[in-house]
Nanobody, 123 residues
Framework: QVHVVESGGGLVQPGGSLRLSCAAS????????MAWYRQPPGKQRELVAA???????NAADSVKGRFTISRDNAKNTVYLEMNSLKPEDTAVYYC?????????????????WGQGTQVTVSS
């Protein structure tokens, strides 16, 4: 059993900052890619930023220069540092993890999602 839990969302004024965290726990053998997605009100879910186990990153053009993704492999945790927030960043933010876990007698690979955390940018 694997759990993925986000934290750190909230209400912030335009120009402000927030830091999201996402921790995976359970019978984890390894985690390949981790990422943050978001779903603005009335829109489809979109990729915000992703990071490999080796630390290579990519980010959506809309957040480049403002958001930074990082991870702590020892803690199975991924972070999203968000600066210079804009009202259009308002969304539910979801954590994603590509996990290989021990299911008993063998290993399985599965995509896990967190429950989502609300980020609201408003004055």
């Amino acid at each position: 059993q694997v759990h993925v839990v986000e934290s750190g969302g909230g209400l912030v004024q335009p120009g402000g900052s927030l830091r999201l965290s996402c921790a995976a726990s359970g019978s984890i053998f390894s985690i390949r890619n981790m990422a943050w997605y978001r779903q603005p009100p009335g829109k489809q879910r979109e990729l915000v930023a992703a990071i490999t186990s080796g630390g290579s990153t990519n980010a959506a053009d809309s957040v480049k220069g403002r958001f930074t993704i990082s991870r702590d492999n020892a803690k199975n945790t991924v972070y999203l540092e968000m600066n210079s927030l804009k009202p259009e960043d308002t969304a539910v933010y979801y954590c994603y993890a590509d996990v290989t876990y021990n299911s008993g007698s063998y290993y399985r690979r599965y995509d896990y999602w967190g429950q989502g955390t609300q980020v609201t940018v408003s004055s």
